[in-house]
């Protein structure tokens, strides 16, 4: 439903955060209005868990994106040209 209320182009990044964050606060806030506190407690703990998995996988991507920023060029891909340019 996120998705239709608001959807920015090119940034789909963006975009799944942010319906990520509507359906878990808004369920949160719906168990809440409705008296449930044990099931907005759990709510509450899964939207952390998604956090902290968040944090997890952006600072994988951004070690995996350093280890190719290293192996682009230089003299291993040089040679490798080479060998292309060779066969």
Not at 14 to 19: C, D
Not at 34 to 47: E, F, I, K, V
Not at 58 to 73: L, Q
């Amino acid at each position: 439903l996120a998705h239709n209320a608001f959807y920015a182009p090119s940034a789909a990044g963006f975009n799944e955060s942010f319906a990520s964050w509507a359906g878990a606060r808004g369920a949160a806030r719906l168990f809440r209005a409705r008296g449930d506190t044990a099931s907005a407690r759990r709510a509450d703990l899964r939207w952390a868990d998604d956090r902290r998995l968040a944090a997890f996988w952006a600072a994988y991507a951004r070690e995996v994106e350093a280890g190719y920023a290293r192996t682009r060029g230089g003299p291993a891909a040089e040679r490798a040209a080479e060998r292309a340019r060779v066969e």
